[in-house]
C-alpha cells in the first residue's frame, strides 16, 4: 500500500540537493485501518523502488491515520510542475519500520533536535536525530510547555527556571540556528542557546529586540526581525 508524495502549492527557485523535505499526513482513513502502530513506514524515491532516509516525529499517531516526518530526495527540482510525483510513503502492517534519521540530516550536522517530545516526560526527553545520543534533559518541564510549533510541537519555557541541558556537544567551527518565538522582548539578558560551563558562547536577547552572539570576547548584534 502507498501513496504517492507530490510537489503540492510551491516549487523551489532552484533546484535543491539531498533535501531534508518535512511532510506530513492528517488523519488518512487508509493509514489509520492499516497501522496501528509506527511499525511498516518506509518511505522512496519517486522510481518507488529506491528507498530514502527517513524519520518520523513521535508526534506521530498512526492509528489516526496521522504521521509527521523528514525524508531527504537526492534532488527537489525547481523545473518540476506542481503535482509531480516526488517519492512514495509505504504503509503495510506486516513489515518493520527502518528508520535513518542521521541519514536525513548528514549534511555535516552535529545536532539536530526538534524538541518535539513533552518535556514533562521521564528525563532524558528530548532526543538529537544525528546521533541520537546527544540528548535533551528538561529542568522543571511539564506538560503545558508541551505546546504547538510552527512544525509539529516545541517547548515552552518561561524565562526564569526552564531550560533543556545537553550531553556533551563539541563544537569546532560551527553555525548555530534555531526558531523561537517569544512573548516578552522587553527583560534583557534572556539566553536562548549556551554554554552553562563558562557562560560563553551563548546566543540571547538584549532589550528592545535585539539578537546578540557572544564568543571568545567578541560581540556580535543582528536586528531581530
Given amino acids: ?6 510537489y503540492h502549492t510551491m516549487l523551489p ?3 535543491l540537493t539531498d533535501f531534508p523535505k518535512l511532510f506530513s499526513v492528517v488523519a488518512d482513513t487508509n493509514i489509520a485501518a492499516e497501522l496501528s502502530s509506527l ?4 518511505v522512496t524515491e519517486a522510481d518507488g523502488t529506491t528507498l530514502a532516509p527517513f524519520g518520523l516525529y513521535p508526534t506521530s ?6 504521521l509527521l516526518m523528514r525524508a531527504k530526495f537526492p534532488t527537489l527540482l525547481s523545473s518540476a510542475a506542481l503535482h509531480d510525483v516526488l517519492g512514495y510513503l509505504y504503509y503495510d502492517s506486516t513489515q518493520t519500520t527502518s528508520e535513518d534519521k542521521a541519514g536525513v540530516v548528514d549534511n555535516g550536522y552535529v545536532l539536530f533536535m526538534p524538541l518535539e517530545e513533552d518535556p514533562s516526560g521521564g528525563a532524558p526527553q528530548m532526543y538529537d536525530w544525528v546521533t541520537e545520543s546527544n540528548v535533551g534533559t ?3 518541564g511539564d506538560s503545558a510547555d508541551h505546546v504547538a ?9 518561561n524565562g526564569t527556571d526552564e531550560d533543556i541541558t545537553l550531553s556533551n556537544v563539541t563544537l569546532g567551527d560551527h553555525t548555530i540556528s534555531l526558531w523561537f518565538n517569544g512573548s516578552d522582548f522587553d527583560t534583557a539578558n534572556r539566553v ?5 560551563g563558562d557562560a560563553q558562547p551563548f546566543i ?4 528592545g529586540a535585539t539578537v546578540i552572539y557572544y564568543r571568545s570576547n567578541a560581540l556580535t548584534l543582528a536586528a531581530f526581525v
Fill in 61 to 66: 499517531v498512526p492509528a489516526d491515520g496521522t
Fill in 13 to 15: 527557485a532552484s533546484s
Fill in 204 to 207: 540571547g536577547l538584549l532589550t
Fill in 192 to 196: 536562548l542557546v549556551g554554554n552553562s
Fill in 149 to 157: 510549533g510552527q512544525v509539529g510541537f516545541g517547548v515552552g519555557f
Fill in 39 to 42: 511499525n511498516g513506514v518506509a
Fill in 138 to 140: 528538561s529542568t522543571n
Fill in 1 to 6: 500500500k502507498r501513496k504517492a508524495i507530490r
